[in-house]
């Protein structure tokens, strides 16, 4: 049972999560009280794959990566998520059968966990909600299919850009024209999600510096001008 303040400090943070936008307040609250804070160390599983999972999670604080084996026990890294994050979303579709694995990237990752027997409760008594789960599901959906038209239709170094570009309008600080990417990945993580190898992507990332396009040290990444970034 959450205290008061504890609900308080909870229903601020779901406001700013995208599922639960434009709820109104006892909603708000009626779903905080039904969500559980747990936390993860960095390199340990929020769930595997071929668990039986009956939850969604919301990330609070850290980044974690959601990615699978493919049939070469290759790493293949689908979503790299930070704060406000939702995932975990296969259970909406009645798949208690985890299909991919997700790992925190951090040393202190905290994620909130929601049964999903509660969120559908929740879905039949509130409209707004079950209209936000729908368009946060056809959301997902689109951009599986634009990761995969990427690496069908692009090259592996317009892949490692866009990467760069998506990462910094979600992560990315504004200083001046530049955007500052600080991050948890290794070069063999960014190789995992944009189905290169990491000799690539070390190719390419030392080309866009010699070039003075980027900066980069181990945790972060400096983009000098995003929008001519290539």
Not at 126 to 147: C, H, M, P, T
Not at 201 to 229: C, E, G, H, P
């Amino acid at each position: 049972m959450l205290t008061n303040a504890q609900l308080d400090e909870r229903v601020e943070f779901l406001e700013k999560v995208k599922l639960f936008k434009g709820l109104e307040l006892e909603a708000l609250q009626n779903i905080a009280d039904m969500t559980e804070e747990f936390n993860v160390s960095k390199g340990k599983p929020i769930y595997k794959i071929g668990e039986e999972i009956d939850c969604l999670y919301i990330l609070i604080r850290g980044m974690i990566k959601i990615s699978k084996e493919s049939d070469e026990k290759r790493e293949v890294i689908k979503s790299i998520m930070s704060p406000m994050a939702v995932f975990g979303e296969s259970t909406i579709y009645n798949m208690p059968i985890m299909v991919d694995t997700a790992i925190a990237l951090e040393k202190d990752v905290r994620c909130l966990r929601l049964k999903i027997k509660d969120l559908k409760s929740a879905m039949k008594e509130n409209w707004d909600l079950a209209s936000n789960v729908i368009n946060f599901l056809g959301q997902r959906k689109s951009i599986s299919e634009q990761r995969f038209e990427s690496v069908v239709l692009n090259d592996a170094r317009t892949r490692i850009i866009e990467f760069l570009k998506e990462n910094a309008n979600k992560l990315g600080q504004r200083i001046g024209y530049e955007m500052l990417i600080k991050h948890s990945l290794t070069q063999q993580d960014i190789a995992n999600f944009t189905g290169t190898s990491r000799q690539t992507v070390t190719s390419v990332l030392n080309d866009l510096r010699k070039t003075n396009q980027i900066y980069f040290k181990r945790k972060s990444i400096l983009i000098r001008d995003i929008a001519n970034l290539s």
